[in-house]
């Protein structure tokens, strides 16, 4: 896409986004039993075509960590259910496809084409997500789409370096055509496996993509089949009315106003230190809302841009958490009431050339932010920041069994989640962009490469305190069994995820590094780039935790012991944090606490964290 272009689609899809109904050609209703079929079997398509990508595609990413999303679309592009997945795909696919129709033209797309892209500046994200389409015809006329964007673990480019542009970062596959009415474009795929590294793989995945959206193609067709055209297209309509009026509900229970917060970024990867601001305005009026994005950073020299569409998915993501969290299937009626401003140009809304390759670690913190903004108009809503990282090294190397380059990602991690209102923070889970994404299993990863891992445990004291407690993060040490290089891009070091209400900021990510018996953990960041590690050498990944909602004082003392005793909390942290005083055998020792608890408050930042961990 060219920066015209990219300009172009910015006017009618991002500088001021709204999802909007679709033209009603026939106005006619479908009784309710009909339409909660329908919605079911929608989603359970969309469930069939996660399952068979999992069953048959070659690479961990995919199969374990679910590094993907599966979809079906009106003829229109819009999204009708999504298998998450990703959330962060919620808008990347569905414009994929309204690209691909702008590209062909309805004329040019016939009953057995499959249409591919992986272009970055259309998906939103990076090159490795190749994105396959199969329209849907039923009694000759086009009914709809499928969809499949998957993770390949690698489409050539530069391996482990900080990229500057797009060209460095990979094969870049136009909008064309993988399959014509039936028959496969194998010049596509002879470019492809010449341009990738691991080309039994890289094909292995994309044939496991065909086998998704060709499950979902045979089964939408089965679903038109049952029931007619008319009545599955009308009970879409009534679906995306209904998660509308409960969108527009949960919306009008938020104070109308302006809200604003700020955040920032560690560094691009290249010009260290430099913080890169994340700024924010959500405007509530009525059953409507505005999230204005205009005010995020730039565009970057760093690989850590993503394109327009993941801006706006970051507002739907947020949105949707807020307003329709248990809406299913996922579609695009929930955001008829979320306009989305956003100029080109920016690190979530990134032109051509800039690079792409890490696109989601950002938005992470764009939605935390968003959640920060609105804190003081729904606490009760609210969550605290979280560890909002992948926290996921890249390793490759020559395997010591069969001498054939190796390359795995390993993670991602999990770390802590803020605490709520109500309830503590969930510990060692996936950041809010990973949806359903699984961490690497250590069986597998030491079965399939030349690794050990020395530990993979909970993080003592990376929560933040509060009334209710921040998640915990996880602290994972892999060994080197044969020598390999490590790269990783983690961020959040210094942006620790902040607190709510009096609740305190927890850890942020971490990162140290063992060679020859000795660790290195005084890293300005926690980015290392094609680092050596030779045999019984390790790296050391740290993820943050949850920040904490309340007062620390307020938090009961028996959670407090429950916490020290389970090791989620250290008996130093307890009584200077909590003022919560233990006996030998971790109980409260009541006379102790109530001294504690009746002394002046000396200032404090609130941090559990900070008498954890000095390396950080």
Same mark, same amino acid.
């Given at each position: 896409?060219?920066?015209?272009?990219?300009?172009?689609?910015?006017?009618?899809?991002?500088?001021?986004?709204?999802?909007?109904?679709?033209?009603?050609?026939?106005?006619?209703?479908?009784?309710?039993?009909?339409?909660?079929?329908?919605?079911?079997?929608?989603?359970?398509?969309?469930?069939?075509?996660?399952?068979?990508?999992?069953?048959?595609?070659?690479?961990?990413?995919?199969?374990?960590?679910?590094?993907?999303?599966?979809?079906?679309?009106?003829? +229109?592009?819009?999204?009708?259910?999504?298998?998450?997945?990703?959330?962060?795909?919620?808008?990347?696919? !569905?414009?994929?496809?309204?690209?691909?129709?702008?590209?062909?033209?309805?004329?040019?797309?016939?009953?057995?084409?499959?249409?591919?892209?992986?272009?970055?500046?259309?998906?939103?994200?990076?090159?490795?997500?190749?994105? &396959?389409?199969?329209?849907?015809?039923?009694?000759?006329?086009?009914?709809?789409?499928?969809?499949?964007?998957?993770?390949?673990?690698?489409?050539?480019?530069?391996?482990?370096?900080?990229?500057?542009?797009?060209?460095?970062?990979?094969?870049?596959?136009?909008?064309?055509?993988?399959?014509?009415?039936?028959?496969?474009?194998?010049?596509?795929?002879?470019?492809?496996?010449?341009?990738?590294?691991?080309?039994?793989?890289?094909?292995?995945?994309?044939?496991?993509?065909?086998?998704?959206?060709?499950?979902?193609?045979?089964?939408?067709?089965?679903?038109?089949? @049952?029931?007619?055209?008319?009545?599955?297209?009308?009970?879409?309509?009534?679906?995306?009315?209904?998660?509308?009026?409960?969108?527009?509900?949960?919306?009008?229970?938020?104070?109308?106003?302006?809200?604003?917060?700020? !955040?920032?970024?560690?560094?691009?990867?290249? +010009?260290?230190?430099?913080?890169?601001?994340?700024?924010?305005?959500?405007?509530?009026?009525?059953?409507?809302?505005?999230?204005?994005?205009?005010?995020?950073?730039?565009?970057?020299?760093?690989?850590?841009?993503?394109?327009?569409?993941?801006?706006?998915?970051?507002?739907?993501?947020?949105?949707?958490?807020?307003?329709?969290?248990?809406?299913?299937?996922?579609?695009?009626?929930?955001?008829?009431?979320?306009?989305?401003?956003?100029?080109?140009?920016?690190?979530?809304?990134?032109?051509?050339?800039?690079?792409?390759?890490?696109?989601?670690?950002?938005?992470?913190?764009?939605?935390?932010?968003?959640?920060?903004?609105?804190?003081?108009?729904?606490?009760?809503?609210?969550?605290?920041?979280?560890?909002?990282?992948?926290? &996921?090294?890249?390793?490759?190397?020559?395997?010591?069994?069969?001498?054939?380059?190796?390359?795995?990602?390993?993670?991602?991690?999990?770390?802590?989640?803020?605490?709520?209102?109500?309830?503590?923070?969930?510990?060692?889970?996936?950041?809010?962009?990973?949806?359903?994404?699984?961490?690497?299993?250590?069986?597998?990863?030491?079965?399939?490469?030349?690794?050990?891992? +020395?530990?993979?445990?909970?993080?003592?004291?990376?929560?933040?305190?509060?009334?209710?407690?921040?998640?915990?993060?996880?602290?994972?040490?892999?060994?080197?069994?044969?020598? &390999?290089?490590?790269?990783?891009?983690?961020?959040?070091?210094?942006?620790?995820?902040?607190?709510?209400?009096?609740?305190?900021?927890?850890?942020?990510?971490?990162?140290?590094?063992?060679?020859?018996?000795?660790?290195?953990?005084?890293?300005?960041?926690?980015?290392?780039?094609?680092?050596?590690?030779?045999?019984?050498?390790?790296?050391?990944?740290?993820?943050?935790?949850?920040?904490?909602?309340?007062?620390?004082?307020?938090?009961?003392?028996?959670?407090?012991?429950?916490?020290?005793?389970?090791?989620?909390?250290?008996?130093?942290?307890?009584?200077?944090?909590?003022?919560?005083?233990?006996?030998?055998?971790?109980?409260?020792?009541?006379?102790?606490?109530?001294?504690?608890?009746?002394?002046? @408050?000396?200032?404090?930042?609130?941090?559990?964290?900070?008498?954890?961990?000095?390396?950080?």
């Amino acid at each position: 896409m060219s920066t015209a272009q990219a300009t172009t689609l910015a006017n009618t899809h991002g500088t001021t986004h709204g999802t909007t109904r679709a033209p009603d050609t026939n106005a006619s209703t479908v009784d309710a039993v009909t339409v909660e079929i329908i919605r079911n079997g929608l989603y359970a398509v969309t469930e069939e075509m996660k399952t068979n990508l999992t069953r048959t595609a070659y690479n961990l990413i995919i199969y374990e960590a679910l590094d993907f999303t599966v979809g079906l679309f009106t003829k +229109e592009g819009d999204t009708v259910s999504i298998g998450l997945g990703l959330p962060m795909f919620i808008r990347g696919m !569905s414009e994929t496809v309204k690209a691909k129709i702008r590209h062909f033209g309805y004329e040019n797309i016939l009953p057995g084409d499959i249409l591919v892209t992986n272009d970055a500046y259309t998906t939103g994200s990076h090159l490795n997500h190749f994105t &396959f389409t199969m329209p849907v015809f039923h009694e000759g006329k086009l009914e709809g789409f499928t969809c499949c964007m998957a993770h390949w673990l690698d489409v050539g480019g530069t391996l482990g370096n900080v990229t500057t542009d797009i060209f460095s970062e990979g094969i870049q596959i136009p909008i064309i055509k993988y399959q014509r009415e039936g028959v496969v474009n194998q010049d596509l795929i002879d470019i492809i496996a010449m341009n990738v590294r691991l080309a039994d793989r890289a094909l292995g995945d994309l044939r496991a993509q065909i086998t998704a959206i060709t499950t979902g193609e045979r089964r939408y067709v089965e679903l038109l089949q @049952r029931y007619g055209a008319d009545a599955v297209n009308a009970s879409i309509r009534q679906i995306m009315d209904s998660s509308e009026a409960v969108a527009r509900q949960n919306t009008l229970s938020i104070p109308d106003g302006v809200y604003e917060a700020e !955040s920032f970024m560690d560094d691009d990867g290249l +010009e260290i230190g430099k913080r890169i601001p994340i700024r924010v305005k959500v405007t509530v009026a009525g059953d409507e809302m505005t999230v204005d994005l205009s005010d995020v950073s730039k565009q970057v020299r760093g690989f850590y841009n993503s394109g327009f569409t993941t801006g706006i998915a970051c507002a739907q993501v947020a949105y949707k958490c807020l307003t329709t969290p248990t809406d299913y299937p996922v579609n695009d009626g929930s955001f008829r009431p979320l306009k989305v401003v956003m100029p080109m140009g920016t690190v979530i809304s990134a032109e051509r050339p800039y690079p792409m390759r890490v696109w989601m670690t950002f938005p992470m913190t764009v939605i935390d932010t968003i959640f920060k903004a609105l804190a003081p108009a729904i606490p009760h809503r609210s969550i605290a920041g979280h560890h909002a990282d992948l926290v &996921f090294p890249n390793i490759h190397g020559i395997s010591p069994e069969d001498g054939r380059l190796f390359i795995v990602g390993i993670g991602p991690l999990g770390g802590g989640w803020g605490a709520k209102s109500s309830e503590d923070g969930v510990s060692v889970t996936v950041c809010i962009n990973d949806g359903d994404t699984h961490n690497s299993p250590t069986e597998q990863l030491e079965a399939k490469y030349p690794v050990l891992v +020395e530990k993979y445990e909970i993080r003592q004291d990376s929560a933040g305190a509060g009334k209710y407690r921040g998640g915990l993060g996880a602290e994972m040490v892999v060994q080197a069994l044969s020598p &390999f290089t490590v790269t990783t891009r983690i961020d959040r070091v210094h942006c620790k995820p902040w607190g709510l209400e009096g609740g305190g900021d927890a850890m942020g990510n971490g990162l140290a590094v063992r060679h020859k018996g000795e660790w290195k953990t005084d890293h300005l960041n926690a980015k290392i780039f094609n680092v050596r590690l030779e045999r019984g050498d390790a790296y050391k990944m740290l993820s943050g935790g949850g920040g904490g909602f309340g007062d620390p004082l307020e938090r009961d003392i028996e959670k407090v012991a429950e916490d020290v005793r389970e090791g989620y909390v250290s008996a130093e942290v307890a009584r200077e944090v909590y003022r919560v005083a233990l006996d030998a055998n971790g109980q409260v020792h009541a006379e102790a606490t109530r001294t504690l608890r009746s002394a002046p @408050r000396a200032p404090r930042n609130g941090t559990a964290g900070d008498l954890a961990w000095a390396g950080q």
